[in-house]
């Protein structure tokens, strides 16, 4: 009862949350409100006992997504005039399709699931361990593979967003290599008393 | 439906999956909202499989759901960089005014 009285309490939050981030006029206000869902999806998470799911999910979402978010919005200055939801237009097809997705899924959940209950049978290793055991052996190529994937998308972040400029001293490997010696080095002979001139 | 089942979280990332798609479908202009809107689906997804990993106590949906993650940090990191270079270049991040690109 306890359990369910909180799912209700969080999945609230969580549902509004998502509805403040879309209908919100502020880009700012939008992405606070998003960081605040997966903030409240990280405590449904933990209240079924997926904690390492949970944390995980704070920590990249909260710690890493909605930061860059952030950085972004507060970067580019956009006009908040502009950007106004042109609501009149598309809520006949929105309606028309988020009705048909409803109908069926909920028909499907009551009529066709079988609904299995949460059951809190103590388990020997926790929720960390047990992920921990799949994903290092059964799941290791699709880990090495997600690596790839996210140093990919940092290559690719980095160059969409580099800049050149032309004041800017840079490294020409080319021109480096085909220096000689000659081009560098002078070497002047140096009578005593004298001194040499340039 | 006295105590917690799978059904409640079933409902709930449907509920989160119809937001994030009705988003999209209201907001054609700003891009930025369209990348949260991405989000949340996705984060709709990661509630379908924790919670299903749960009740059917199976460890699987939990990794699926990291790879998700991996996948959905990547793509706010390339959509906005895309984002940012198109501000860039036209001062502005109207999506309708994007198939202006080629001129």
Redesign the interface.
Known sequence: MFLLATFYIFAAFLVMTCLSVLFSKNPVNSVLFLVLAFLNSTFLFILIGAEFVGIILAIVYIGAVAILFLFVVMMLDIQINSLALNIKRYTPLAVLFAGIILAEIIYLSIFKSNNPSLNLITKYENNTEQIGNVLYTDYFLEFQLSGIVLLLAMIGAIVLTHVYKPTIKRQNIEKQNMTTAKDRVRLVKVKSGEGIDD | M???????????S??????????L??????M??I???I??IL?AA??NF??A?????D??G??F???I??????????G??????Y?RNKG???VTQINRLKD
């Open positions: 006295t105590s917690l089942s799978y059904n409640h979280f079933f409902i709930l449907l509920i989160i999956f119809m937001i994030g798609c009705f988003g479908f209201l907001n054609r202009r700003n930025i909202l990348l949260m809107c989000e949340i984060l990661n509630i924790v919670s990993s749960v009740f059917l106590n460890i699987n939990q990794i759901s990291i790879f993650l991996t996948i959905a940090a990547a793509e706010a990191a390339i906005l960089a895309i984002l940012v270079i501000f502005e991040i109207d």
